[in-house]
Structure formats: structure tokens, C-alpha cells
């Protein structure tokens, strides 16, 4: 049994309650926008990547393309990202990436003239990227685009990365505390097991925001980690960052539980590969484990049961 529960490193946690996580969604009309939508692409999978080679997104400068509003440096497109500035006067920018399977990605583009990292989670091939300014109500125009062709350098460099919707630095506190959680520990499982149980303990669903989140909501990890409470969007990225800190490639993925928009997270073992399957183990079977669900509903046996059941669980979308 021992040996079985550390060959099944990999495993989906699920970041929801029987609410609705936002999400903002987009079209592919470049013209006019409305929600968002961000999708999830095929990956063939390679060897893996040990913690002392995770990248950090940086703007070396080597490959550029800009004009008077908008510079793209696609210069690391092989460790899975690619880097935008804002330098216009416009206040309502969207940021639109087309990967390879035709996966659109619709993002809020940041007004302070820093650069924001999008991750290229649709694989290899080519990407379109466009910026586009608001006109009025749901119209845009195009203010850049540009197309580039990417080759990863392995599959889990998206998944290892800050970027927009996962955004964290070495200095922040979400890292730190991963770090003081896993400082003993040596496997990928008990990294897992360590994060996991600490989100579980000491997060609670804050109602409150789910009411009233915005369009364009983007989580504050450290703050959500400081105040302890959030919704599943603040869930999925917190435990997302925690674990590509400790060098654990990881996917964010929105997607459904039934019928309702959910958040929630897929890890991959060096073992067994991206796998979604189950983490809990109660000695005759493996368990879909839902930190939401369990920090929320006190693990009751209908909600145990119901997050047990792999086949609740689509996955759409992912970051």
C-alpha cells in the first residue's frame, strides 16, 4: 500500500463550493468582448525538471516587437511565457492570446506601464497575441498584434512560472510559507500532503466576496494568505503558487462540477505523469480530495462521497 500511495504523486484538488467561481470570459472577436474564457490545451509529456531549474519570468530584451502603445518581449517563449507592457493612455485594455488548438485566453492588461507574464499553456505551435484599447461599452479596437511560433523547452514550463493569475515572487509571503511547510520534507507527496493540509485548516470560503467579485478580479496571494479566507479562484491560485514554488509543476484549471463553474488544480508526479485521479486513500480505494469541500462542510460522509466521485469533475480551462 505504501509503495501504491507514492506512485499516485498525481492527483486533481479541487477548489470549489456549490457556488460560482469568477472567471472573466472572452470571444475571439477582436472588435467587441464579453467574458472570459481560458482554455486547456494538449501536452505530449517529456522527461521532467528538478526545483533548481524553475524559471522566474524576467524581460531580457532578445526578441521584441512594440510600437508607441505596447511592447511584447517574446524572448523566453521556451520556458512558456511571454511578457506586455502597457504604454498607452486607454483605461480598459484587454490583452487576447490564440494558442495552437485555437484556445483563446481574454486577460485584463495592467495600466501602471509594468509588464504582465502570460503563460503559453496551449503547447507548441503557433500563438497570436493581441492588444486591444476600448472604444466604448463592449467595442475594441486593435492597438498591437503580432503572431510567434513556440517550441517549449519541456512541457511543465508553463506550470512552474508566476504569471498573470498566479502571480508570486521569492520574496513574497505565500513562497515563504510553502517554504516553511515543506523545509523537512523531502518527496513531492508530502510537499502535497503539507500544503494541502495546511489550506484546508486554515482558509474559510469568504461568501461575502463571491456576492459582490468583480469582473477583472485578479487574486492578491499574499493578502489571501494573510486574511486566510477567499474564494475558490483565491484558492486554486494560492495552492498553485505554493506549489510551483517547491518546484511541483502544476496546472490551474477551471472547469465544471455538474453544471456550476469551478476552480481547481492538477499536479504532476515524476511517476505517474499528469493524472487525474485520486489522492485520498481510505485503504480500499483512492479519493478526489476538494480543500474547499473539506475546510467548509467538515468532511461530512455525502460530501466526502460527492468530491470522491471523479465523474462530478470536467476540466475546461486552465492556467
Not at 530584451?61 to 498607452?88: A, E, F, P, R
Amino acid at each position: 500500500k505504501k509503495s501504491l500511495y507514492a506512485s499516485a504523486l498525481i492527483f486533481t484538488l479541487f477548489m470549489s463550493l456549490l457556488t460560482a467561481c469568477f472567471v472573466e470570459k472572452g470571444r475571439t472577436d477582436r472588435s467587441a468582448y464579453g467574458d472570459f474564457d481560458a482554455g486547456e490545451g494538449g501536452i505530449p509529456l517529456t522527461s521532467g525538471i528538478s526545483a533548481s531549474e524553475m524559471v522566474s519570468a524576467e524581460a531580457s530584451g532578445l526578441k521584441v516587437k512594440s510600437n508607441d502603445k505596447v511592447l511584447l518581449d517574446y524572448s523566453n517563449t521556451s520556458d512558456g511565457y511571454v511578457m506586455i507592457k502597457y504604454t498607452g493612455v486607454n483605461s480598459k485594455v484587454k490583452v487576447q492570446i490564440t494558442g495552437p488548438s485555437g484556445t483563446v485566453y481574454t486577460y485584463s492588461q495592467s495600466l501602471t506601464g509594468e509588464y504582465d507574464v502570460y503563460s503559453l499553456s496551449d503547447g507548441n505551435g503557433d500563438y497570436k497575441i493581441g492588444v486591444y484599447e476600448n472604444i466604448s461599452g463592449s467595442s475594441y479596437s486593435t492597438a498591437f498584434f503580432f503572431s510567434i511560433t513556440v517550441a517549449l523547452k519541456d512541457e511543465f514550463r508553463p506550470f512552474l512560472i508566476s504569471n498573470k493569475y498566479v502571480n508570486y515572487s521569492a520574496s513574497g509571503k505565500v513562497v515563504k510559507k510553502a517554504g516553511e511547510l515543506c523545509s523537512n520534507i523531502d518527496t513531492t507527496l508530502g510537499k502535497i500532503k503539507a500544503i494541502y493540509e495546511y489550506l484546508v485548516d486554515n482558509f474559510t470560503y469568504d461568501y461575502q466576496l463571491a456576492e459582490t467579485v468583480q469582473s477583472g478580479y485578479i487574486p492578491d496571494l499574499d493578502a489571501v494568505l494573510e486574511k486566510g479566507t477567499g474564494i475558490c479562484f483565491d484558492y486554486a491560485a494560492v495552492m498553485t503558487a505554493m506549489l510551483r514554488s517547491q518546484g511541483i509543476p502544476t496546472k490551474m484549471v477551471f472547469g465544471y462540477t455538474g453544471s456550476v463553474y469551478h476552480a481547481w488544480i492538477s499536479v504532476y508526479s515524476w511517476e505517474s505523469g499528469w493524472i487525474n485521479a485520486y489522492i485520498y486513500f481510505n485503504g480500499k480505494e483512492w479519493k478526489l480530495m476538494d480543500p474547499t469541500f473539506a475546510s467548509n462542510a467538515d468532511s461530512s460522509d455525502e460530501i466526502m462521497k460527492y468530491i470522491g466521485n471523479g465523474a462530478n469533475y470536467t476540466a475546461k480551462y486552465l492556467y
